[in-house]
């Protein structure tokens, strides 16, 4: 048995005044990935609009109301809610309301190596590229061709992490978290 209370780890920054203790290693987990989020209004969880092709994630909100975007549409959680998504379905949480947004996230396997954008393959056409991510930064490989695809940085601010949501009129767009710019071309 491991017992841990938040306190006793470093929170880490993922947005403006949002954090995350990653507990998975603290509490010595083997089979599932757990992290515990604090969300402050109009901020969102991280990795944008994305699936795990080989992890399926619960999210259990603790306090507040997150919501969800899917392909499909939005999915508001209230507090002593819950929702799972299963491998390859596509999401990304915010927190749309005023109050601070408490969420505990639970994924399994413990460990995902496919991590999916819901973005075309310029060369082959398939409908999503997985993240691949290094020392030297980010690409994005097509899971059929294999080709590595650039993603570029904000054309209005330079902004390197772009993230993939859905525009306004329910496409997939790329957008920059820090200015909102949408990129027209997804890859460099």
Do not use: K
């Not at 109301?65 to 499909?72: D, E, G, I, K, P």
């Amino acid at each position: 048995m491991r017992r841990l209370s938040l306190g006793d780890t470093d929170p880490d920054e993922i947005d403006r005044d949002s954090t995350r203790h990653a507990l998975t290693e603290p509490l010595g987990t083997t089979d599932v990935a757990i992290n515990h989020y604090r969300v402050a209004p109009g901020d969102g969880l991280p990795s944008g609009l994305h699936a795990h092709a080989d992890q399926e994630e619960v999210f259990v909100v603790l306090a507040g109301r997150a919501t969800f975007q899917t392909l499909h549409g939005e999915v508001t959680v209230h507090g002593d809610e819950a929702v799972r998504f299963a491998p390859g379905e596509f999401q990304s949480g915010r927190n749309a309301a005023g109050d601070e947004l408490v969420v505990l996230a639970i994924g399994a396997p413990r460990e995902t190596d496919d991590v999916r954008v819901p973005l075309s393959c310029p060369d082959c056409g398939h409908d999503d590229l997985r993240i691949d991510a290094d020392d030297g930064g980010v690409a994005l490989v097509c899971p059929t061709c294999g080709v590595a695809h650039d993603p570029p940085a904000c054309p209005d601010c330079g902004r390197a992490d772009l993230r993939v949501t859905l525009g306004e009129t329910g496409r997939v767009a790329v957008v920059c978290p820090d200015c909102g710019a949408e990129v027209e071309r997804p890859f460099a």
